[in-house]
T-cell receptor, first 114, second 113 residues
Framework: DSGVTQTPKHLITATGQRVTLRCSPR?????VYWYQQSLDQGLQFLIQ???????AKGNILERFSAQQFPDLHSELNLSSLELGDSALYFC?????????????FGPGTRLTVL | AQSVSQHNHHVILSEAASLELGCNYS??????LFWYVQYPGQHLQLLLK??????LVKGIKGFEAEFIKSKFSFNLRKPSVQWSDTAEYFC???????????FGAGTRLFVKA
């Protein structure tokens, strides 16, 4: 158990819908990272937040957005869902704001878009 | 931007065989490299990392990796694999700037008992 929690574990929805994925970092960690893992693209970095502020952006679509709340949990919002958005979405947390520290990963949310 | 290549997507070995998984990165400057592992049904976890110093890095569970700057490589090795090493292995590099971690596509290792 890494100490990072993600809900829900599984999500099945239809094209065009909107979903929210939730991540709670390890106690004391201020940074949250979001990743998308799909069969054809591997593990792709989406976005990072540090202490409530966006720090780095990766290959995140405009239909996707994220935020980190004062209690440091983070939510990833995916809208106008397409079949290709089906993937595993992981979050990870670290103590500092850079990637030099080990990232602790959550168990992931498996999103299926039908 | 950095990129990471893992050449072997699937590897099948018998127990006690030696393992070497290839990883190449694109950037020629200062690099910070990781190997992460994802066991079936579990979360990704860190195996080992290289930031500086001795290019031969030892990690958990008997794994090691060698940083060879001239070859832009950071291959993962284990002298004798076990069935419990069946997992997916990811090489990763920190992008310039220090905020993004770029992961390779992963290598799925299956060890036959």
């Amino acid at each position: 158990d890494s100490g990072v929690t993600q809900t829900p574990k599984h999500l099945i929805t239809a094209t065009g819908q909107r979903v929210t994925l939730r991540c709670s970092p390890r106690s004391g960690d201020l940074s949250v990272y979001w990743y998308q893992q799909s069969l054809d693209q591997g593990l792709q970095f989406l976005i990072q937040y540090y202490n409530g502020e966006e720090r780095a952006k990766g290959n995140i679509l405009e239909r996707f957005s994220a935020q980190q709340f004062p209690d440091l949990h983070s939510e990833l919002n995916l809208s106008s869902l397409e079949l290709g958005d089906s993937a595993l979405y992981f979050c990870a947390s670290t103590t500092g704001q850079s990637s030099y520290n080990e990232q602790f990963f959550g168990p992931g949310t498996r999103l299926t878009v039908l | 931007a950095q990129s990471v290549s893992q050449h072997n997507h699937h590897v099948i070995l018998s127990e006690a065989a030696s393992l070497e998984l290839g990883c190449n990165y694109s950037y020629g400057g200062t690099v910070n490299l990781f190997w992460y592992v994802q066991y079936p049904g579990q979360h990704l976890q860190l195996l080992l990392k290289y930031f500086s110093g001795d290019p031969l890095v030892k990690g958990i569970k008997g794994f090691e990796a060698e940083f060879i700057k001239s070859k832009f490589s950071f291959n993962l090795r284990k002298p004798s694999v076990q069935w419990s090493d069946t997992a997916e292995y990811f090489c990763a590099v920190i992008d310039t700037g220090g905020f993004k971690t770029i992961f390779g596509a992963g290598t799925r290792l299956f060890v036959k008992a």
